[in-house]
């Protein structure tokens, strides 16, 4: 087994990293909350109107776009933090 280096431990870039994998985590969590909620308004209104609002798939989209960016980070599929530190 090789030896664990103390400066890899005590890298602050990886302990950056865990921070923010933290609070995307929690905010995973609640976007999962906020889009159920959406799917079950957006159900509503096209039950009612056969239509569907297109503020809501706005909106929906957004948190869909953001969840995707938070998961890729989490997983290492990136190291691009997702929204508000997103670029572009």
């Not at 929906?60 to 572009?88: E, I, M, R, V, Y």
């Amino acid at each position: 087994m090789t030896e664990i280096k103390k400066d890899e431990l005590l890298d602050l870039k990886k302990w950056q990293r865990f921070f923010f994998m933290l609070i995307y985590g929690a905010a995973i969590n609640f976007v999962v909350g906020i889009l159920l909620f959406l799917i079950a308004i957006q159900f509503l209104f096209y039950l009612f109107t056969s239509n569907t609002n297109e503020q809501l798939k706005s909106v929906h989209d957004w948190l869909q776009d953001f969840f995707n960016d938070a998961l890729d980070f989490l997983s290492f599929n990136t190291n691009s933090k997702p929204w508000p530190f997103k670029g572009g």
